[in-house]
């Protein structure tokens, strides 16, 4: 019989939790790619689907990429460091390298991958705050989200930025050379203790089950979908050309064919494929009619909601909020995709 690998989980639980209550902290370095020279701005603004050129100094976007189809081939975060400098946060720079090559064109830029330079702590939850203004030398009381900042923690130095990738109001990325990662870690580690959190060493919790908690994407759930399908059609600046423009405003105007839709399994121990590990997702169909109208894209757990949680890759507006189904024989029904409210 399937056990579920999420509900009857100690480990994960805690870990879940203690972002949520207390304080949650790991090392949660992506790879950075840092683009510079008189022409970064414009060349990322075309790379990218948001708004670059907005971007002050010490300010943070979240953009996703596009190929020519419009299809997402990456998320980022852009942090402006300088007029002429920026840091792209992804899990793929290997592909974004040779992305950029093949858009350069007459742009005036140039980028390196500075990943084994630098590492990244995430600090997460009620209490982050509270461990992060122990450490460090200037307080970060008006850090507002989604800025960064240069600052010390005993004398070393490093980048604070209030984001995060869990929902809670308050979380900190802190930045640090590689050379004084042990250090830096071992301060986090005993802050954290002492605000009465822990570490978080379970890599589905910090990609999977904090994140879907707060209706957030994972990149395995956007790859090839188009912004609209994913809840990003909010974040497309028309005014100027980007890589997948033609493409994307044809989508606009005939408007997108799926849609990511939340879900809840109710049987204790559901088994049910989704995306998430790999394969194809479980086919979901309408009760009692023969059409597949979806696949089941994330199945995961809510420790805040104790419920099984997910999404769905669906046809448009064959689903709707309150419906219940059965996939692959398991009562399910569809909810928002926000499960910390």
Avoid at 272 to 283: D, F, K, N, T
């Amino acid at each position: 019989m399937y056990k579920n690998i999420f509900k009857y989980d100690d480990m994960k639980r805690a870990e879940h939790m203690a972002v949520r209550e207390t304080v949650g902290w790991y090392l949660f370095t992506h790879q950075i790619m840092e683009v510079t020279g008189p022409d970064a701005e414009a060349f990322l603004d075309y790379v990218l689907l948001n708004n670059i050129a907005t971007l002050v100094p010490g300010k943070d976007r979240y953009t996703v990429m596009l190929n020519d189809k419009a299809e997402i081939i990456d998320d980022v975060v852009v942090m402006r460091r300088e007029d002429e400098k920026f840091w792209v946060s992804t899990l793929f720079s290997m592909p974004m390298d040779d992305w950029f090559y093949d858009h350069q064109g007459d742009y005036d830029v140039d980028w390196c991958d500075i990943t084994d330079e630098w590492h990244m702590f995430s600090v997460q939850g009620p209490k982050s705050k509270e461990v992060i203004e122990s450490l460090v030398k200037d307080s970060i009381e008006d850090l507002k989200f989604f800025t960064h900042a240069e600052n010390e923690i005993n004398d070393i130095p490093v980048i604070i930025n209030r984001t995060g990738f869990t929902g809670e109001k308050w979380g900190f990325e802190v930045y640090v050379e590689e050379e004084n990662t042990d250090d830096i870690e071992d301060l986090i580690r005993k802050a954290c203790e002492q605000a009465g959190g822990r570490q978080v060493t379970d890599f589905q919790v910090m990609a999977w089950t904090l994140p879907t908690e707060a209706g957030f994407y994972y990149m395995r759930d956007l790859k090839w979908r188009n912004p609209f399908e994913v809840d990003l059609g909010n974040r497309i600046n028309w005014e100027k050309d980007f890589v997948g423009k033609a493409a994307l405003k044809k989508i606009a105007d005939e408007g997108p064919s799926y849609e990511m839709i939340g879900f809840e399994a109710l049987d204790d121990d559901p088994y049910i494929r989704a995306m998430q590990y790999g394969g194809p997702g479980e086919p979901v169909y309408i009760d009692g009619e023969e059409e597949e109208i979806g696949r089941v894209a994330k199945l995961v757990y809510s420790y805040v909601k104790d419920v099984n949680n997910g999404y769905i890759y669906a046809k448009k507006d064959k689903l709707h909020i309150g419906d219940k189904l059965k996939i692959h024989g398991y009562d399910c029904v569809i909810v928002e995709k926000n499960w910390l409210k």
